[in-house]
């Protein structure tokens, strides 16, 4: 999982950050990436794609990484700008939001996918960096949780979608939910599933 922060630093760079987004397929919601630098001494053992966790296990790991990790950071574009620009885009600026949030400057990154973002850092794209690269897997992670913990809380604004359980991916209760209330102020209005209540 250190091979790409390893080969970045034979090449000279020394301020290494992951990249990863959460949230490009949901009905409902922001895309929220994370900006993660560990630094060479971390040493947190369990850390992987988000997605192969137990939500215990991601915040069990969120809390460790916020504690060892050098610098965290995080960029969100909201349900609204998604609608305007496309969740490719938004996903890209929420990674460049976050990227700029850092406290300690990258010379490095090492972004998941296939995308570069908008920056005058050298960057890296890792297809399923999530699973490859130590550095994206805690921004995965990262930016899980954070997601996850907003949709959560936007349940109790909305009560009757049920976010709490699906985090505004389209499961059936949520599309049900859609068909029987209409979409809300948090839906991707653009986005099928959302289309036809606009």
Same mark, same amino acid.
């Given at each position: 999982?250190?091979?790409?922060?390893?080969?970045?630093?034979?090449?000279?760079?020394? $301020?290494?950050?992951?990249? +990863? *987004?959460?949230?490009?397929?949901?009905?409902?919601?922001?895309?929220?990436?994370?900006? $993660?630098?560990?630094?060479?001494?971390? !040493?947190?053992?369990?850390?992987?794609?988000?997605?192969?966790?137990?939500?215990?296990?991601?915040? +069990?790991?969120?809390?460790?990484?916020?504690?060892?990790?050098? +610098?965290?950071?995080?960029?969100? $574009?909201?349900?609204?700008?998604?609608?305007?620009?496309?969740?490719?885009?938004?996903? /890209?600026?929420?990674?460049?939001?976050?990227? *700029?949030?850092?406290?300690?400057?990258? +010379?490095?990154?090492? @972004?998941?996918?296939?995308?570069?973002?908008? !920056? !005058?850092?050298?960057?890296?794209? @890792?297809?399923?960096?999530?699973?490859?690269?130590?550095?994206?897997?805690?921004?995965?992670?990262?930016?899980?949780?954070?997601?996850?913990?907003?949709?959560?809380?936007?349940?109790?604004? #909305?009560? *009757?979608?049920?976010? *709490?359980?699906?985090?505004?991916?389209?499961?059936?209760?949520?599309?049900?939910?859609?068909?029987?209330?209409?979409?809300?102020?948090?839906? /991707?209005?653009?986005?099928?599933?959302?289309?036809? #209540?606009?």
């Amino acid at each position: 999982m250190w091979t790409f922060e390893q080969q970045a630093h034979q090449k000279g760079y020394v $301020v290494i950050a992951g990249i +990863d *987004e959460v949230g490009r397929g949901p009905l409902a919601g922001p895309v929220v990436s994370a900006a $993660v630098i560990l630094g060479n001494d971390f !040493s947190v053992n369990g850390i992987t794609d988000s997605k192969q966790l137990s939500s215990r296990k991601r915040d +069990d790991l969120y809390n460790q990484i916020y504690k060892h990790a050098q +610098d965290i950071s995080l960029g969100m $574009v909201a349900n609204d700008i998604i609608d305007q620009i496309n969740i490719l885009q938004a996903a /890209r600026l929420s990674m460049r939001y976050a990227v *700029e949030q850092l406290q300690n400057p990258p +010379d490095f990154l090492l @972004i998941d996918g296939i995308y570069q973002i908008e !920056s !005058s850092i050298p960057q890296e794209t @890792i297809k399923k960096g999530d699973q490859r690269s130590i550095s994206i897997a805690a921004a995965s992670i990262i930016a899980k949780v954070t997601r996850d913990r907003i949709m959560t809380k936007y349940s109790t604004e #909305y009560p *009757e979608y049920g976010f *709490e359980q699906h985090k505004g991916y389209g499961t059936k209760k949520h599309r049900d939910a859609i068909k029987k209330y209409g979409i809300c102020p948090i839906h /991707r209005r653009t986005f099928k599933g959302c289309l036809e #209540y606009v």
